[in-house]
């Protein structure tokens, strides 16, 4: 079956950089989210989308923006980077049921490393 | 907002053993899942299982929502159940998922 994909897997860049991540959902989900999980920490919620709109938004910084696309991937866009945002960054996908978010598959993250 | 507890935080066990990890939460939710966390950082879903017991092989669950707990159940356990175990569960919204702090579990041979 197919699964989210994160592409690149992998990421290196200096302070006051910008960084891409990409997230393809699995197909004929319509929710997409991004979450930040930094060293032994637990995920934290960053932002969804659903049907290429925002949805919700969590503890995003300012310098962070996101969308969703007409073929519902997203990007998440990251901005003047700083060394605390070195962390593990997930997309999920699931499907909305009468404004409920059913069961959220993840994809395998992008490791961010910040020099 | 909803407050997602997890316990033990730590857990070490010989192979073959069993053991109980318990997530309690601090209002009714529509959504609940678990997790594990490889040493590979890899999130796989284990159960979705806002309400009653399901079972996957040697790995089984249930969540008493009217209680607000859940509990995941490792029988014989082996070395490549090392990892975190996480529970999440739905926000008020229906929109994100709140994770727990997680219960690291090492298993040795």
């Known amino acids: 079956a197919a699964g989210v994909i994160q592409s690149p897997r992998h990421l290196i860049k200096e302070k006051r950089e910008t960084a891409t991540l990409k997230c393809y959902p699995i197909p004929r989900h319509d929710t997409v989210y991004w979450y930040q999980q930094g060293p032994g920490q637990d995920p934290q919620f960053l932002i969804s989308?659903?049907?290429?709109?925002?949805?919700d938004k969590g503890s995003i910084p300012d310098r962070f923006s996101a969308q969703q696309f007409s073929d519902y991937h997203s990007e998440l866009n990251m901005s003047s980077l700083e060394l605390g945002d070195s962390a593990l960054y997930f997309c999920a996908s699931s499907l909305r049921l009468a404004g409920v978010d059913l069961e959220q598959y993840f994809g395998p993250g992008t490791r961010l490393t910040v020099t | 907002g909803i407050q997602v507890e997890q316990s033990p935080p730590d857990l070490i066990l010989q192979e073959g053993a069993n053991s109980t990890l318990r997530c309690n939460f601090s209002?009714?939710?529509?959504?609940l899942q678990w997790f594990h966390q490889n040493p590979w950082g890899q999130l796989i879903n284990l159960f979705y299982i806002p309400s009653g017991t399901k079972q996957n092989g040697r790995l089984s669950a249930t969540t008493v929502a009217t209680e607000r707990y859940s509990l995941l159940y490792i029988s014989s356990s082996q070395t490549t159940d090392s990892g975190v175990y996480f529970c999440a569960v739905l926000n008020q919204a229906g929109t994100a998922l709140i994770f727990g702090k997680g219960t690291t579990l090492s298993v040795s041979s």
């Open positions: 989308f659903y049907e290429k709109m925002q949805s």
């Open positions: 209002d009714s939710v529509n959504n």
